[in-house]
């Protein structure tokens, strides 16, 4: 069975930093695309970033809200993937899930991690 | 980005009965190699979302089958045959087409 799990949510102040995790299992995750998607109450769900499998280049993508301040990387050894946040805003403050896609548009998603940027 | 609007934004349907979502893309779905990769999502209260159709009308493992999905190009559907209790959730259309991906804004179904 393909599951992933976040962790590492929590709260912090504007301008600071915290790292998610996400282990992976029931699948190969050395050959998964992996994104991380982020959920507001008042933005609804956001895709901010993938990294793709390093046969495919280990590549990674960002969405512009988060581009320059989010770094999206991997672990295979450990089936992990990680999302650091530097510079954190109040506008930050969302639900991230990880989502691994087999396919373009197929896309199994965990349970979440809630981060709070608040002072 | 692809703007994806979707309506209703509110479904109130009777139990037993049909209901439909419509999500209309601001620009053509259809990826350089053919395929249409256009989403359906379900999220129930407290859960995280589960995909439900891919590529326009496969339903992904474990999904009933009065769920399906139509359309092409950029207007697509999602029906449910029978709504059933359990079906009460919000739902999203999400397109993998284009880079970066984005999703509807949801459309609550609610049960009169």
């Known amino acids: 069975e393909v599951q992933v799990v976040e962790s590492g949510g929590g709260s912090v102040e504007p301008g600071g930093s915290l790292t998610l995790s996400c282990a992976a299992s029931?699948?190969?995750?050395?050959?998964?695309?992996m994104s991380w998607v982020r959920q507001t109450p008042g933005k609804g769900l956001e895709w901010i970033g993938r990294?793709?499998?390093?046969?495919?280049?280990?590549?990674?993508d960002y969405a512009a809200p988060v581009k320059g301040r989010f770094t999206i990387s991997r672990d295979d050894s450990k089936n992990t993937l990680y999302l650091q946040m530097n510079s954190l805003k109040t506008e930050d403050t969302a639900v991230y899930y990880c989502t691994t896609s087999p396919a373009p548009g197929v896309d199994y998603w965990g349970q979440g991690t809630l981060v709070t940027v608040s002072s | 980005d692809v703007v994806m609007t979707q309506t209703p934004l509110s479904s109130p349907v009777t139990l037993g009965q049909p209901a439909s979502i419509s999500c209309r893309s601001s620009q053509s779905l259809v990826h350089t190699d053919g395929n249409t990769y256009l989403s359906w999502l379900q999220q129930r209260p407290g859960q995280p979302p589960r995909l439900l159709i891919y590529k326009i009308s496969n339903r992904f493992s474990g999904v009933p089958d009065r769920f399906s999905g139509s359309g092409a190009g950029t207007d697509f559907a999602l029906k449910i045959s029978r709504v059933e209790a359990e079906d009460v959730a919000v739902y999203y259309c999400?397109?993998?087409?284009?880079?970066?991906?984005?999703f509807g804004q949801g459309t609550k179904l609610e049960i009169k």
């Open positions: 999400m397109q993998a087409t284009q880079f970066p991906h984005t």
């Open positions: 029931g699948f190969i995750f050395s050959n998964a695309w």
């Open positions: 990294i793709k499998s390093y046969s495919a280049g280990g590549t990674t």
